[in-house]
């Protein structure tokens, strides 16, 4: 299976810059895994294609201003550090420019509240860095750091809260479950009144959701390791709903590689905390998802492949086409696709 199997030519106009208002405003294109067939709406009608009994299950992960800018303390350089992954309390696994200058004992100062020492260069160039501070470290973040949105959205980000979910509860996120972000108090309402269940996992998205995939070969490509957790009452509710003959409904491919990850390495969805490098493509047997809810998402990933292993290659690249041609926005800011 090559990569190049996953290719389709985006007008770059058709890549979303900023998010709609209200959140629930974007368009959805619902999608019948069986037939194929296609349903033009708005988010806010979500309610309308589910069922009572279903069960939604959603990535709480919260994104943090991950992205800070200082000086080299020595020269004045201006370097950018990216937060990737924390290590221990204070030390994090960082992405930094410019590379060539943070070496070992190379010391950066951010603000007055915050510094940093360079302790080691790790194999793929990151740095394992140390931070110094005078407060609460997430706190200094919120006040100078900036959020890392993906390299397609070039425009600068005025509200925060926008590259998060209204319901993000746990911080740890390099990258936010954009599938959540059509999500408002108004689209609960009506889910509650459907009787549509909820249930949240966990699941840190690292910068690995953008990397690309290098190898033609797709069995060649290694995937990131996120860390996840599924709660007992989670664990609960999907068996529930399973037993009552309900839809499991994954929102977002984050949630979907959670559960199905659980379920291969369980046999069923329990409560637990793990890491997964789950590599979801066509030919994949599905275990726990019933429904997808999901963004559109960049030629060639793994996300696109994960989909199309959900709905079938041909099906997920006539729906593309189709949203190429009726000029639906795509990506992290983009419009919404239910497959159900």
Not at 3 to 15: A, G, N, R, T, V
Not at 164 to 170: F, G, Q
């Amino acid at each position: 299976m090559l990569k190049s199997d996953f290719y389709y030519d985006l007008p770059e106009e058709l890549i979303a810059q900023t998010p709609l208002e209200p959140r629930d405003s974007s368009r959805l294109m619902k999608i019948d895994r069986k037939s194929g067939e296609i349903i033009h709406d708005r988010f806010y009608n979500i309610a309308d294609y589910l069922r009572e009994g279903d069960l939604l299950v959603m990535n709480d992960s919260k994104v943090f201003p991950a992205r800070i800018l200082g000086v080299k303390e020595d020269t004045g350089v201006p370097c950018e550090f990216l937060l990737i992954n924390q290590k221990t309390g204070n030390t994090w696994e960082t992405l930094v420019r410019p590379g060539r200058r943070l070496k070992v004992g190379a010391r950066v100062k951010f603000s007055d509240e915050l510094s940093a020492e360079v302790i080691e260069v790790i194999d793929d160039g990151n740095r394992i860095v140390r931070f110094d501070f005078d407060g609460v470290f997430f706190d200094i973040l919120d006040r100078i750091g900036q959020m890392p949105l993906p390299p397609y959205i070039t425009e600068k980000l005025k509200d925060k809260d926008r590259y998060n979910t209204i319901y993000c509860h746990e911080t740890g996120s390099a990258a936010a479950p954009t599938a959540g972000l059509h999500f408002t108090d108004n689209v609960f309402g009506k889910l509650k009144e459907k009787g549509v269940d909820t249930a949240f996992v966990t699941l840190h998205v690292g910068l690995g959701t953008f990397r690309p995939v290098k190898e033609e070969n797709i069995l060649d490509h290694k995937m990131h390791v996120e860390q996840y957790s599924v709660p007992e009452e989670t664990a609960k509710k999907i068996a529930e709903c399973k037993k009552r003959g309900g839809r499991v409904i994954a929102v977002g491919t984050t949630s979907c590689r959670t559960l199905e990850a659980t379920a291969q390495a369980h046999g069923e969805v329990v409560a637990c905390t793990e890491s997964t490098g789950i590599f979801i493509y066509p030919g994949y047997e599905f275990k726990v998802i019933d429904g997808l809810i999901t963004n559109f998402h960049l030629p060639e990933s793994t996300l696109i492949m994960l989909v199309s292993a959900f709905l079938g290659k041909e099906k997920t690249f006539n729906a593309y086409e189709t949203a190429i041609k009726e000029r639906y926005r795509f990506f992290s800011f983009g419009d919404s696709m239910a497959i159900l």
